[in-house]
């Protein structure tokens, strides 16, 4: 099929000083003053239900690759921290240790063509904010019908979490989510977690730093709030698991301990970063080559007739990422902190255009089932710089 341009209908954007009542400022400060786009990309409906249908598809096929990867106990083929190995299996033979959310990155499907697997980001899924609620706003604001979305991002959330809940009765509903205290961004992801969690029947959900978290060796994870302690039995936290791990070592080997001896549960769970490691993605194309919605992957260079785009493992936000023409010609070659990772190279599949040669990435939230659509626009390759750009089902 002839892919189509991408398509826009103009919007009036948000106040700013409305973002920043909500707390969102951030939306326009800290990304930029153009992040959220006074656009909104036109959408077909059948193809809104083609993405819905690819992230169903995808995650259970990704899911039956990981269960290959760990029962050869391949797990350091994904570049996984040794250390981390144990906890992987752990929490994944245990399917109380439930994967509460997750976004995948898919090029295509915009334009009426197939789309087709970039990445999984099935650790820290950040665009939450934006995707549940702010781009619903947009539409609301400009006498749009709100519910023309492919958007249950927020409602399907809550399922989740009331979910993962009941898998732990013994558990008090106890939550935190927790972020990074440097990023504004991580702590109005939280925000909307702890926000979908008092929904979903916890009790105490709070919002708040990592470091804000006191863990006890043999007693469990406390935070103290209006002078009293409370003991928290569910952690939801946006930061990586290998930083944790790489950074934090002590408080990784603490909360190793509790995860064990079941005295608190993590999400997103410690598998969830072999599901994110981009070497799956060979090992996926290695189990069901031709596959309809994946592009071939390989740990070794390989010729394809689009190019191939060279990807780091565990990389983030496009850092480390090159794009590589048929002739050898580099298209675009992103700097980054994670050049010492092993590589993978998928065949290059160039994301849909606008008019003005602007490219547009899906990303196609995942709550136990596909639930919600957020858009970034950008270069080539969609970095920390890239615009948030609303959507409108037609």
């Known amino acids: ?84 190995h144990r906890l992987v299996r752990h929490t994944w033979e245990d399917d109380r240790h439930w994967h509460v959310l997750s976004r995948f990155d898919l090029s295509g499907g915009l334009d009426a063509t197939a789309p087709k697997l970039l990445e999984l980001n099935a650790d820290t899924p950040t665009m939450l904010p934006e995707t549940s609620i702010v781009q619903w706003a947009l539409l609301k604001a400009n006498r749009l019908d709100e519910a023309a979305q492919f958007n249950l991002v927020y409602e399907r959330l809550v399922d989740a979490l009331r979910h993962w809940r009941g898998l732990w009765p013994d558990h008090a509903p106890h939550l935190a989510a927790v972020y990074a205290a440097a990023s504004d961004e991580d702590a109005a992801n939280a925000q909307v977690v702890a926000e979908a969690a008092r929904e979903a029947g916890f009790t105490v959900a709070h919002a708040l730093p990592i470091d804000a978290l006191t863990v006890s060796p043999g007693e469990g994870v406390f935070v103290e709030h209006d002078g009293a302690w409370t003991r ?80 780091v493992i565990l990389g983030r936000e496009g850092a480390n990422v090159r794009i590589i023409a048929p002739d050898g010609q580099v298209l675009a070659d992103v700097d980054g902190t994670y050049a010492d990772q092993p590589r993978i190279w998928q065949a290059y599949h160039p994301l849909p255009q606008d008019a003005q040669g602007r490219s547009y990435q899906a990303g196609v939230f995942f709550s136990g089932e596909a639930s919600g659509l ?14 948030f750009v609303a959507h409108l089902v037609e």
């Open 232 to 311: 928290l039995d569910f952690v939801y936290k946006f930061v990586p698991w290998e930083w944790i791990v790489d950074d934090e070592p002590e408080l990784f080997g603490l909360l190793e301990a509790l995860i064990l001896d079941d005295l608190v549960t993590v999400a997103n769970p410690p598998y969830a970063l072999a599901l994110q490691s981009k070497a799956l993605l060979a090992d996926a194309w290695e189990r069901m080559p031709g596959h309809p919605y994946l592009l071939e992957a390989h740990r070794t260079p390989f010729a394809s007739p689009e190019g191939t785009v060279e990807k």
């Open 374 to 387: 957020g858009i970034r626009r950008g270069s080539l390759v969609l970095d920390n710089g890239a615009e």
């Open 1 to 84: 099929m002839i892919p189509a341009p991408i398509q826009l209908r103009d919007l009036w954007p948000l106040a700013p000083d409305h973002l920043d009542a909500a707390g969102w400022g951030w939306l326009y400060r800290e990304a930029g003053a153009g992040y959220v786009a006074p656009e909104a990309v036109r959408v077909r409906e059948e193809d809104a239900d083609a993405l819905a249908e690819a992230a169903d598809v995808l995650y259970d096929l990704l899911v039956e690759t990981l269960n290959d990867v760990i029962a050869a106990d391949r797990l350091a083929a994904l570049g996984l921290p040794e250390r981390i």
